[in-house]
């Protein structure tokens, strides 16, 4: 009977779980599986069939519970596994007699539970399958190879006592990590409930400061108020004030009486001038002798003024109208002191010009990349290669 094979194989407890329920005439071997992770979710978990050797298929969801129905007369491996778990293994031999296949198989049950995979621990077992079904002759069912379980049950029993004790190692840091997260977390609060306390204390202290300046404020509003009305109320006083004077003199300039106007002297009238004569007109004189003597004077020749039209013989002087060549101002040139450095790097090599005048000093950089590319700068701005050779390799004077 079945029941007695359970009893056989209780060690595998933790491993898998088998059990009948009910018996039917089929022409497959129909399996209900149930899929588990210790202290953890089925993300990431998955179960591969393999049927005669060779890969059939990949279960990725649905693995909580599921049902399958495996071919008569072969041979299946149901794989079970999970990053950072132990993978575990069931072997299913469907091979049966004819008569067994006529009469039907009842439904096998199991659950497959996975657990850490922890340094230290051998298992080595668990490359070979937990668990082997096969046709019973005697139950004329499905049921577990009780030789093979009995085979690899001293392995298996040394590998869950390891698997155990890492597990108390690990309950047990784990209560030391929660230990150390509550009070991590206790400390935290209690920063936290302190910080809540000076913050706020520091709003009161600010809130209070607020208040305080409020009421300054409001009293300098109000003085400065009281202020603006008075000097207002000043203002208008004396507008008044002024307002009634100038009516007063107005009133005093009315009721007096106007002022006698002078008697006016008549203006001195200007006599008429005569006007000049005009000048006598310029006459030319020509200094000369006179050839034939006059009548009644001696035979020397006299000297005489004669009238004369000639034109004068002074003649202006020329205008040069060339202009004239002014003198060339030469400025003097500054001197410019030049300092040339040649920098070697791995990966690039530097030509560092310096010019300074005495007033300013202006850097010029050629930077050539060992990769073939060459770049300028001047005063660290990026130029270009004219104005780099231009100005930086120009002859200085």
């Given at each position: 009977?079945?029941?007695?094979?359970?009893?056989?194989?209780?060690?595998?407890?933790?491993?898998?779980?088998?059990?009948a329920?009910?018996?039917?005439?089929?022409?497959?071997?129909?399996?209900?599986?149930?899929?588990?992770?210790?202290?953890?979710?089925?993300?990431?978990?998955?179960?591969?069939v393999?049927?005669?050797?060779?890969?059939?298929?990949?279960?990725?969801?649905?693995?909580?519970?599921?049902?399958?129905?495996?071919?008569?007369?072969?041979?299946?491996?149901?794989?079970?596994?999970?990053?950072?778990?132990?993978?575990?293994?069931l072997?299913?031999d469907?091979?049966?007699?004819?008569?067994?296949?006529?009469?039907?198989?009842?439904p096998?049950?199991?659950?497959?539970?996975?657990?850490?995979?922890?340094?230290?621990?051998?298992?080595?077992?668990?490359?070979?399958?937990?668990?082997?079904?096969?046709?019973?002759?005697?139950?004329?069912?499905?049921d577990?190879?009780t030789?093979?379980?009995?085979s690899?049950?001293?392995?298996?029993?040394?590998?869950?006592?390891?698997v155990?004790?890492?597990?108390?190692?690990?309950?047990?840091?784990?209560?030391?990590?929660?230990?150390?997260?509550?009070?991590?977390?206790?400390?935290?609060?209690?920063?936290?409930?302190?910080?809540?306390?000076?913050?706020?204390?520091a709003d009161?202290?600010?809130?209070?400061?607020?208040?305080?300046?409020?009421?300054?404020?409001?009293?300098?509003?109000?003085?400065?108020?009281?202020?603006?009305?008075?000097?207002?109320?000043?203002?208008?006083?004396?507008?008044?004030?002024?307002?009634?004077?100038?009516?007063?003199?107005?009133?005093?300039?009315?009721?007096?009486?106007?002022?006698?106007?002078?008697?006016?002297?008549?203006?001195?009238?200007?006599?008429?001038?005569?006007?000049?004569?005009?000048?006598?007109?310029?006459?030319?004189?020509?200094?000369?002798?006179?050839?034939?003597?006059?009548?009644?004077?001696?035979?020397?020749?006299?000297?005489?003024?004669?009238?004369?039209?000639?034109?004068?013989?002074?003649?202006?002087?020329?205008?040069?109208?060339?202009?004239?060549?002014?003198?060339?101002?030469?400025?003097?040139?500054?001197?410019?002191?030049?300092?040339?450095?040649?920098?070697?790097?791995?990966?690039?090599?530097?030509?560092?010009?310096?010019?300074?005048?005495?007033?300013?000093?202006?850097?010029?950089?050629?930077?050539?990349?060992?990769?073939?590319?060459?770049?300028?700068?001047?005063?660290?701005?990026?130029?270009s290669?004219?104005?780099?050779?231009?100005?930086?390799?120009?002859?200085?004077?």
């Open positions: 009977m079945r029941t007695g094979t359970l009893q056989v194989c209780a060690f595998i407890g933790a491993l898998v779980f088998a059990s329920t009910g018996v039917r005439a089929q022409s497959n071997f129909q399996v209900n599986g149930r899929f588990k992770v210790e202290d953890g979710s089925l993300d990431g978990a998955r179960m591969i393999y049927k005669n050797g060779e890969k059939q298929r990949t279960l990725n969801s649905g693995l909580a519970k599921f049902t399958m129905d495996l071919d008569l007369n072969s041979n299946y491996i149901l794989e079970f596994e999970k990053s950072g778990f132990v993978t575990k293994r072997s299913f469907t091979h049966a007699p004819a008569e067994a296949i006529t009469n039907g198989f009842t096998f049950e199991f659950v497959v539970s996975l657990f850490k995979q922890y340094d230290g621990v051998n298992t080595v077992v668990f490359n070979q399958p937990v668990g082997m079904i096969r046709f019973d002759k005697n139950t004329q069912d499905f577990y190879d030789d093979y379980t009995k690899i049950q001293s392995a298996l029993e040394e590998t869950m006592r390891n155990a004790a890492k597990q108390e190692q690990e309950k047990g840091r784990e209560e030391i990590e929660a230990k150390e997260k509550a009070r991590a977390a206790a400390e935290q609060a209690k920063a936290e409930a302190e910080a809540a306390k000076e913050k706020a204390r009161a202290a600010k809130a209070k400061e607020e208040a305080e300046a409020a009421r300054e404020k409001a009293k300098a509003d109000k003085e400065a108020a009281e202020a603006a009305k008075r000097e207002e109320a000043m203002k208008q006083a004396q507008a008044k004030k002024a307002a009634d004077e100038l009516r007063a003199a107005e009133a005093r300039k009315k009721a007096e009486p106007p002022p006698a106007s002078p008697a006016r002297e008549p203006k001195p009238v200007a006599k008429p001038r005569k006007p000049a004569p005009p000048p006598p007109p310029a006459r030319s004189v020509d200094k000369g002798l006179r050839k034939e003597p006059v009548s009644g004077e001696d035979q020397r020749r006299t000297l005489a003024v004669r009238e004369s039209s000639e034109p004068s013989p002074v003649r202006p002087a020329p205008v040069n109208e060339r202009s004239e060549t002014k003198p060339e101002i030469k400025r003097p040139v500054p001197e410019i002191l030049r300092n040339e450095e040649l920098i070697v790097e791995p990966n690039q090599v530097i030509v560092r010009i310096q010019l300074d005048n005495g007033k300013e000093r202006t850097e010029y950089r050629k930077v050539t990349h060992k990769y073939g590319q060459t770049f300028y700068f001047k005063d660290g701005q990026s130029t290669r004219l104005v780099y050779e231009r100005e930086a390799l120009a002859e200085v004077r």
